[in-house]
């Protein structure tokens, strides 16, 4: 079992920042691919970025050039830093930790980007 707590969302102004923080606990040495996905009101929840333990990175095309996943594996922490952030980022953002075949995920952090 493992368990993803997220923090760092909030409010921001167009064309600001934020930093995401994901812990995880638990069995967190059989944590793979960490992620953060994201949900915005009355809409599916979408993918925003992976890292694999290695660190190879994958991007959605609309946060390309503005966000950055990192994690650091002797923390089992992912962070997501948000840049140049716009009003359709606003959302609840969610990470999450998979082991072998199975996704544990966080409960959330409200994001909100105001124009």
């Known amino acids: 079992q493992v368990q993803p707590v997220e923090s760092g969302g909030g409010l921001v102004q167009a064309g600001g920042s934020l930093r995401l923080s994901c812990a995880a606990s638990g069995s967190i040495f059989s944590i793979t691919v960490m992620a953060w996905y994201r949900q915005a009101p009355e809409k599916q929840r979408e993918l925003v970025a992976t890292?694999?333990?290695?660190?190879?990175?994958y991007y959605a095309d609309s946060v390309k050039g503005r966000f950055t996943i990192s994690r650091d594996n002797a923390k089992s922490t992912v962070y997501l830093q948000m840049n140049k952030m716009i009003p359709e980022d606003t959302a609840v953002y969610y990470c999450?930790?998979?082991?072998?075949?199975?996704?544990?995920w966080g409960q959330g952090t409200q994001v909100t980007v105001s124009s």
């Open positions: 890292i694999s333990r290695g660190g190879d990175t």
């Open positions: 999450l930790a998979r082991v072998g075949m199975g996704d544990y």
